[in-house]
């Protein structure tokens, strides 16, 4: 089981936000802006590149959602970022999808 997994069973604790049927969204432990928000889907994908069509309802869901979760977290005006990491290069840590929702400041690009 993933950390992400143990965090949608309840079994570690985490600052939810959000839940559905399909997602959770919990604030990021480490956070790298003022509001560091990620959003996962409760079925397990490991990471982007292996998604299929199959997916794409659930993907739409999720980026639809993490819309609605930046305005409700007070980000629609300022402007926001959602990243998603995939391998080594990309920065991923989890292997469990994940949208980070980042935002409360101005984020710098090209990112590092
Ligand atoms: P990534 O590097 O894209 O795989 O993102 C994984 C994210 O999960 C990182 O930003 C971590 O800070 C975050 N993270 C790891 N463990 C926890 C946890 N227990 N609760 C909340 N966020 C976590």
């Given amino acids: 089981m993933t950390i992400f997994e143990k965090i949608i069973a309840r079994e570690i604790p985490a600052d939810i936000v959000f839940e559905d049927d399909q997602c ?3 604030r990021d432990i480490h ?6 928000v990620l959003l996962v889907p409760k079925r397990v994908i490991p990471r982007l590149g292996v998604c299929t069509w199959d997916d794409a309802t659930l993907l739409g869901h999720l980026l639809v959602k993490a819309g609605e979760l930046a305005t409700m ?3 629609a005006e300022s402007g926001f970022r959602i990243v998603i990491n995939h391998g080594a290069n990309g920065g991923e840590t989890v292997p469990h999808l994940h949208l980070h929702i980042l935002g409360g400041r101005a984020l710098t690009w090209p990112p590092g």
């Fill in 24 to 26: 959770l969204a919990f």
């Fill in 73 to 75: 977290l007070g980000l």
């Fill in 31 to 36: 956070p790298q802006a003022p509001v560091h």
